[in-house]
């Protein structure tokens, strides 16, 4: 047990005196060096109503025990305060030559930083996910749509609105290929360079163009007007490209309009 590189312990006799080897002195923290050879009910008296059940079963005869995660509220700290810490536990019986359990064999790695580290990295995907659902809900609420194209994984996301311009049905699913293939023959090759430059990690230009689109359901010709730029890692590789696009149809319909009066 005093050569393992685990936190072990032995709660020795009936009231489960403590023994324990260096590792589990990180668990004691200010508890020790008083803890040692100390009954469990001294030791642990805020948590003990949660430790003895456990440990009776086991002295009982019971199998072993384990748990992952485990939280308790412990006062290990400088004066006294209190903090919740997670373990990986086990409990074992611990035999004399006659059968009877004398002690209990408590192997108790801790976990506590891990598990924080998995609290807080959830909280931040929850708060991120209800930010980009707000935002979605903006954006569906308004005029202008928005796009994202994920370049490591070649995946285009477009909410219904921005389908919509493209005359695509907002269950459909879309990719790359729609957006090329939705362009008006006469706005693809500049539309594609605006976007290609926008992609490059030396160039790494604005987006921000007019073209036509042709629906890809209902044919219908729209103009629209997008915005965008690309998104890097520390290495310069491209990740992703997003931005927001707007209707213009009405707008260029009136600008001919004016034209040819000019004209």
Same mark, same amino acid.
């Given at each position: 047990?005093?050569?393992?590189?685990?936190?072990?312990?032995?709660?020795?006799?009936?009231?489960?005196?403590?023994?324990?080897?260096?590792?589990?002195?990180?668990?004691?923290?200010?508890?020790?060096?008083?803890?040692?050879?100390?009954?469990?009910?001294?030791?642990?008296?805020?948590?003990?109503?949660?430790?003895?059940?456990?440990?009776?079963?086991?002295?009982?005869?019971?199998?072993?025990?384990? #748990?992952? $995660?485990?939280?308790? &509220?412990?006062?290990? +700290?400088?004066?006294?305060?209190?903090?919740? !810490?997670? @373990?990986?536990? /086990?409990?074992?019986?611990?035999?004399?030559?006659?059968?009877?359990?004398?002690?209990?064999?408590?192997?108790?790695?801790?976990?506590?930083?891990?598990?924080?580290?998995?609290?807080?990295?959830?909280?931040?995907?929850?708060?991120?996910?209800?930010?980009?659902?707000?935002?979605?809900?903006?954006?569906?609420?308004?005029?202008?749509? #928005?796009? $994202?194209?994920?370049? &490591?994984?070649?995946? +285009?996301?477009?909410?219904?609105?921005?389908? !919509?311009? @493209?005359?695509? /049905?907002?269950?459909?699913?879309?990719?790359?290929?729609?957006?090329?293939?939705?362009?008006?023959?006469?706005?693809?090759?500049?539309?594609?360079?605006?976007?290609?430059?926008?992609?490059?990690?030396?160039?790494?230009?604005?987006?921000?163009?007019?073209?036509?689109?042709?629906?890809?359901?209902?044919?219908?010709?729209?103009?629209?007007?997008?915005?965008?730029?690309? &998104?890097?890692?520390?290495?310069?590789?491209?990740?992703?490209?997003?931005?927001?696009?707007?209707?213009?149809?009405?707008?260029?319909?009136?600008?001919?309009?004016?034209?040819?009066?000019?004209?």
């Amino acid at each position: 047990m005093f050569d393992s590189p685990f936190p072990i312990c032995l709660w020795s006799g009936p009231q489960y005196a403590l023994i324990y080897n260096d590792p589990y002195r990180r668990i004691l923290a200010a508890k020790h060096p008083a803890a040692l050879g100390q009954l469990g009910s001294i030791v642990w008296a805020e948590i003990w109503d949660e430790l003895k059940p456990q440990f009776d079963r086991v002295r009982a005869g019971e199998a072993s025990v384990y #748990f992952e $995660d485990a939280a308790f &509220v412990m006062a290990r +700290l400088q004066g006294g305060g209190s903090e919740t !810490a997670y @373990f990986n536990y /086990s409990l074992s019986p611990v035999r004399d030559e006659h059968g009877t359990v004398v002690a209990i064999l408590n192997i108790t790695p801790e976990t506590t930083g891990r598990v924080r580290l998995e609290h807080r990295l959830q909280e931040e995907q929850s708060a991120l996910a209800m930010s980009e659902e707000r935002l979605r809900l903006a954006v569906d609420n308004a005029d202008l749509g #928005f796009w $994202d194209v994920d370049v &490591v994984n070649d995946q +285009l996301i477009w909410p219904p609105r921005t389908k !919509a311009m @493209f005359g695509i /049905s907002p269950e459909i699913p879309v990719t790359m290929d729609d957006f090329y293939n939705g362009l008006h023959p006469d706005d693809r090759e500049a539309t594609t360079a605006a976007y290609l430059a926008a992609a490059d990690p030396i160039r790494r230009a604005l987006y921000d163009v007019e073209y036509r689109t042709i629906g890809k359901e209902d044919g219908v010709v729209r103009w629209v007007a997008a915005k965008g730029r690309g &998104v890097f890692d520390a290495a310069g590789r491209c990740l992703r490209v997003t931005g927001t696009v707007l209707e213009i149809s009405a707008r260029k319909h009136a600008e001919s309009v004016v034209t040819r009066r000019s004209s």
